[in-house]
């Protein structure tokens, strides 16, 4: 099979005309199910249904777009939703290479191909990897009950009724109709632009730990009530979260992240003691080792907090994503790829972000492709990539996808 061939300018064109849906300043907001996050993902299963690809949403907001003529297969995308009031470029870069990719196979009539998917929720406006866990089967009916949006409090299931999608099967990916899965995306950091380089083949993803915390005190004056006898909420958090952090200190890896994203008191009034606070914390890394030891300081100091008081602390998990390492293969059928068309540009790294290649990596060989962020900017209405680089990338992944279906 010789060279397969993108067409940059519709790749282009198909990238800003996603970039409409939910615009926002230069960025766009796309929560998932919303009316910019359904009207994206209608538009994106027309064009796959005008690339000649057999199309459907499924009931978790899934889009498949599979190629009805191709013999062996691989699956490429991402997703098309989006942190709220963000970058353009997070998941859509995905989605868009394996429309491209997908079109350009139908297009030269080849027994191989690839099939695209968009999928939903990635970034867990509800739950982590929502519409991939959903595509392996590890998605029950039970969790989507009880499942809210973490922001506004609003029920799955309510959200998949709004957004038309209730009553619609479940899409199961059979791993045994694909040589495997391959993603793009943007690297959502600097270490690409700050070495020189256009691409990433990414080695493992980072497993993604997520916690809630909360603090039950009492409310009282915040001008009479004598700090002897005070159970702040609010303080006991920002307490534990000091803690928190000088602990981690001492037990992190190279390139292990924590962040403690959200704090909320009750009642907010700068005059009256919080009588509940609520932080949510993340913690990142590669090595399971690592998020375990982790895990197990952050259970002990709660305890110990706890036992001290005068606040009564309780841990919940959230979600705990595993970290994955990306196939050796296909590692090296991108390096092959990026060597022929953009020689000493490139570099193999972990991804400090989670994305859907992990939860297709339980299932089947999985790997990932990465250009480089302007700035290193990503989740923000500044993120952004070069039109080369965009263009550079998807026709390395094109040739990647081209010689493994060739093997």
């Given amino acids: 099979m010789s060279e397969l061939s993108i067409n940059p300018q519709r790749l282009l064109a ?59 297969r691989l699956l490429v995308g991402s997703h098309s939703d989006s942190q709220n009031h963000a970058g353009w470029l997070d998941g859509a870069l995905g989605v868009i290479y394996g429309l491209e990719i997908a079109r350009s196979f139908v297009e030269r009539g080849l027994p191989s191909g690839v099939d695209a998917v968009v999928f939903a929720d990635e970034e867990a406006h509800f739950a982590s990897f929502l519409g991939s866990r959903s595509a392996i089967g590890a998605l029950d009916e039970e969790e989507i009950r009880r499942t809210r949006n973490l922001s506004t409090g609003h029920s799955l299931s309510e959200a998949l009724a709004a957004a038309g999608l209730a009553g619609r099967d479940k899409t199961l990916i059979d791993p045994a109709r694909y040589l495997g899965y391959l993603e793009a995306h943007i690297e959502q950091g600097d270490d690409l632009e700050a070495r020189g380089l256009r691409l990433g083949i990414v080695t493992s993803i980072v497993g993604i730990h997520q916690y809630r915390l909360t603090f039950t005190g009492v409310s009282n004056h915040a001008g009479t009530t004598r700090m002897a006898i005070r159970r702040d909420a609010g303080a006991s958090l920002v307490a534990l979260a000091h803690a928190v952090d000088t602990r981690f200190r001492e037990l992190a ?155």
């Fill in 253 to 407: 890896a190279e390139r292990t992240v924590w962040t403690v994203g959200n704090i909320r008191l009750s009642p907010g009034q700068v005059s009256i003691i919080p009588n509940h606070a609520e932080m949510l914390l993340q913690v990142r890394d590669d090595d399971p080792a690592v998020l375990e030891r982790m895990r197990e300081a952050l259970k002990d100091l709660v305890a110990d907090a706890a036992r001290r008081g005068p606040c009564a602390i309780r841990l919940e998990v959230i979600a705990e994503s595993e970290p994955h390492r990306m196939s050796a293969h296909f590692q090296d059928a991108l390096a092959r790829a990026a060597s022929r068309l953009s020689p000493d540009t490139w570099q193999r790294m972990p991804s400090g972000a989670g994305h859907d290649a992990q939860i297709m990596a339980r299932i089947m060989p999985a790997g990932m492709l990465f250009i480089p962020s302007i700035g290193g900017i990503s989740h923000h209405v500044d993120e952004d990539s070069s039109e080369a680089d965009i263009v550079l990338g998807c026709q390395v992944l094109a040739e990647a996808c081209r010689t493994l279906l060739e093997e």
């Fill in 14 to 72: 198909d990238l800003t005309q996603l970039r409409t849906f939910g615009a926002y300043g230069k960025g766009v907001h796309r929560p998932t199910y919303s009316e910019a996050d359904m009207a994206a993902r209608q538009f994106l299963a027309t064009r796959m249904q005008e690339a000649g690809l057999a199309t459907h949403i499924d009931g978790i907001g899934n889009i498949f777009g599979e190629n009805p003529q191709a013999r062996r």
